[in-house]
């Protein structure tokens, strides 16, 4: 009877079972619900399954230890989409001092693959575009990249994902455009310049909306 | 970017859709974005593994439950009593453990306040009695003080008193001693009555 009525209460209900009463039945349903939506975020956001895989984990570890910190007010998906980006930010920022320090200074593999350089061993058409799709996207800068994923694939609403980046939601609209141009240029080898010029004053029209 | 995710209302999609339709720079664009929005769901993740275990065991779970239960019947809801039973005593013996240490704690919580009261009413109680004494040894003082200063004057009275009856005294026994000198003289001057007393 109890595991029936916490299969139907919402996120929000549970989380503020977790937050007053340590509930863990309530927390194992929030995890349940959502490990596969931030699982993806951070494989997309890090270009890496595993430790996308990881930092799902830990985000959920950090919600459980920052439970305290959860106002009831606000969505519980945006307080957890929220963590996880930052994990994700945390983790690319590693990565980024690590290839700094490092006397080889290579890029990891999934970077090396550029739209016109692919791994020999990508023979699948489609394959070979989610590939590209990948590199392309961690080519892309954090700020853009965020907004992508979460539109694109997490399916967010422009609105929502102002919530959780808190920034306007006209913001929101003209990073997905960039965003989108970016990896448009780098999916079809384009050089920046010549995309840069041809969608200034076109974009400004169609970002109104 | 509303009008490529559908997050438009449909007049205001109709809107756009006619300028598109008459704007080639804009349609360029569009067309641009939409290639890389197709493109990037190109890239699918494999579904969650664990999730899909996790899916297909709750299934079988709930299956094996319902035939279970359907079997097993009554003698289910025997073992379930028992094991009601079993979980009640377990929880009672927890329940106690926990009320015990409470208690316990809770009686070490009364004991430290007991004596630090304790401790403050003794000193307050010391400071009573020190003050009750140093009262009592005032008004003993005072007494005492009142006592001598009888004493003191009873003793210039007594002074006074004896010193006139010895002026008394004095004054009657030189009267007494003019009055034996006189005799004495007299008797020296007619010593014939003197041998005739004899």
């Not at chain 1, 595993?50 to 984990?57: P, S, T, V, W």
């Not at chain 1, 320090?101 to 550029?114: G, P």
């Not at chain 1, 913001?171 to 780098?186: D, P, Y």
């Amino acid at each position: 009877m109890k595991l029936f009525s916490l299969f139907s209460v919402s996120d929000e209900q549970a989380m503020w079972r977790v937050q007053m009463q340590d509930d863990a039945e309530a927390f194992a349903i929030l995890v349940e619900r959502w490990e596969g939506p931030i699982q993806n975020l951070c494989t997309r956001m890090l270009g890496d399954a595993h430790r996308g895989e990881d930092l799902a984990q830990e985000a959920f570890t950090k919600i459980f230890a920052r439970r305290k910190e959860y106002e009831p007010r606000g969505k519980f998906s945006t307080f957890l989409w929220r963590v996880a980006l930052n994990l994700c930010y945390d983790e690319l920022r590693r990565r980024d001092r690590r290839r700094e320090t490092s006397l080889d200074a290579e890029l990891s593999n999934e970077d090396t693959y550029t739209a016109d350089e692919l791994p020999p061993d990508v023979s699948m058409a489609r394959e070979e575009t989610a590939e590209r799709v990948r590199g392309a996207l961690m080519r892309i800068s954090e700020a853009y990249r965020s907004v992508l994923v979460l539109r694109h694939y997490e399916d967010l609403k422009f609105r929502e994902i102002a919530d959780v980046l808190d920034i306007p939601e006209g913001t929101v609209k003209s990073r997905m455009a960039e965003g989108l141009s970016q990896l448009a240029r780098l999916l079809e080898g384009e050089p920046e310049s010549k995309i840069r010029i041809k969608n200034t004053d076109v974009r400004k029209e169609l970002l109104v909306l | 970017m509303s009008f490529l995710y559908d997050e438009l209302a449909p007049e205001t999609r109709a809107g756009l859709q006619a300028h598109l339709d008459a704007c080639c720079e804009c349609r360029v664009q569009m067309t641009a974005w939409q290639s890389a929005a197709m493109q990037m769901s190109e890239w699918k993740l494999p579904p969650k593994r664990k999730v899909a275990v996790a899916r297909t065991l709750t299934r079988w779970a709930i299956a094996a439950a319902i035939v279970g239960l359907a079997a097993l019947g009554g003698a289910r809801l025997v073992a379930l009593s028992g094991e009601v039973k079993q979980l009640r005593t377990e929880m009672r013996e927890q329940l106690l453990l926990e009320v015990r240490r409470d208690l316990d704690s809770a009686l070490a919580q009364v004991t430290e306040q007991a004596t630090k009261s304790a401790s403050t009413e003794a000193q307050a109680l010391i400071a009573a009695v020190a003050q009750k004494l140093e009262e009592k040894r005032l008004t003993d003082q005072q007494a005492t003080l009142a006592a001598l200063q009888k004493m003191n004057a009873q003793r210039v009275a007594d002074y006074a008193a004896m010193r006139k009856e010895l002026e008394t005294v004095a004054v009657f026994t030189e009267t007494g001693l003019e009055r034996a000198q006189n005799q004495i003289a007299t008797l020296a001057y007619s010593p014939a009555s003197f041998s005739d007393n004899k």
